[in-house]
């Protein structure tokens, strides 16, 4: 995969399965984590009444504007999962996960999945998307099997559930763009590289 030397690519993300869609695809990047208190962000924009794809697409525009390098084209990611009223951030602990899962099981959720590139501290692109998932009503006993096969490992996920892994028994459908419910909707950002020439045509 032909990728030009400039810009050089910044993800402004800890997450691993963004760095890992990166990787897969060919691409060279640097990763640099933004420091950004996403809970204070989500508190405040739901107290104004904003919705979650505004508040998802603020918070990675954050997150690139935290790195400065102005050579640099840095990518800024961030999703909200969203079921009925209610938003879910990551699990804290495995009863945590347990509440999360008891609580999604048989319902459709969605993805509410963002990403703000930013070069030279300007705004050049942004896309949204929401993947929607349900999930099927799994037993008690199929959960508790579950949570003791992926471990601490589902805490760093929204949800409490890797897709690309165990997670993906614990549905029944699944509508959207694989890499975008991983946390980066691939497709849209590599046609965005091709038409600013950072990657070949």
């Known amino acids: 995969m032909m990728q030009a030397l400039i810009p050089p690519l910044i993800l402004a993300s800890q997450s ?9 695809a060919g691409l060279r990047f640097e990763v640099r984590p933004a420091r950004v208190d996403e809970a ?13 794809a505004d508040t998802a697409l603020t918070l990675a525009g954050l997150k690139a504007r935290r790195i400065r390098d102005p050579e640099a084209l840095v990518i800024g990611a961030d999703q909200i999962l969203v079921c009925g009223e209610t938003w879910f951030d990551k699990p804290a602990g495995l009863g945590g996960a347990r ?3 008891q609580g999604l099981r048989g319902q459709t959720h969605r993805l509410v999945t963002a990403v703000v590139c930013l070069r030279g501290g300007r705004e050049v692109w942004r896309h949204l998307t929401e993947p929607r998932l349900r999930m099927r009503g799994f037993s008690d006993a199929f959960l508790e099997e579950y949570l003791a096969a992926e471990g601490d490992a589902i805490l760093a996920c929204v949800g409490a559930y890797r897709l690309e892994g165990l997670g993906i028994h614990l549905f029944d459908d699944v509508q ?9 909707p691939l497709l849209p950002l590599l046609g ?8 070949a045509v």
Not at 192 to 199: E, G, K, N, P, S
């Open 40 to 52: 204070a962000v989500k508190q405040a924009y739901r107290a104004e009444g904003a919705d979650a």
């Open 192 to 199: 965005f590289l091709r038409q600013h020439d950072i990657l």
């Open 176 to 184: 959207g763009e694989h890499s975008a419910i991983l946390g980066l």
């Open 99 to 101: 509440i999360q899962l």
């Open 16 to 24: 691993t399965a963004r760095a890992a869609l990166l990787t897969a």
